[in-house]
């Protein structure tokens, strides 16, 4: 079973950055699909962005596209997310999650249920 442990998250003005880690142990980290998923105060869980284990293929949610970056560094078991241009409506817990099973076709890294281990996530909050 894999671990994750989220962190760089913050207080940041609209218009700043943030860098996110999460630290995987455990399994194999390059065979894992990694997802970022975001929840803000009574909404539910979002998709954010994925990258495939295998080909590194990324996806985004089209509210971050543009303005946010998923990596991975498989030598170092870490996953990233860059965060540019940030606005006050990204402000939410966000939660790295692992898949062992495909995340193709986009409609399955997309889902939430598509992933088997989670963070217990990172506050987010921009500020106007």
């Known amino acids: 079973q894999v671990q994750l442990v989220e962190s760089g998250g913050g207080l940041v003005q609209a218009g700043g950055s943030l860098r996110l880690s999460c630290a995987a142990s455990?399994?194999?980290?390059?065979?894992?699909?990694m997802g970022w998923f975001r929840q803000a105060p009574g909404k539910e869980r979002e998709f954010v962005s994925a990258?495939?284990?295998?080909?590194?293929?990324?996806y985004y949610a089209d509210s971050v596209k543009g303005r946010f970056t998923i990596s991975r560094d498989n030598a170092k078991n870490t996953a990233f997310l860059q965060m540019n241009g940030l606005k006050v409506e990204d402000t939410a817990v966000y939660y790295c999650?692992?898949?062992?099973?495909?995340?193709?076709?986009?409609?399955?890294?997309?889902?939430?249920?598509?992933?088997?281990?989670w963070g217990r996530g990172t506050q987010v909050t921009v500020s106007s």
């Open positions: 999650a692992a898949a062992r099973l495909p995340i193709t076709p986009r409609a399955r890294a997309l889902d939430v249920r598509s992933y088997d281990v």
């Open positions: 990258i495939s284990g295998m080909f590194s293929t990324t």
């Open positions: 455990g399994r194999t980290f390059s065979s894992n699909n």
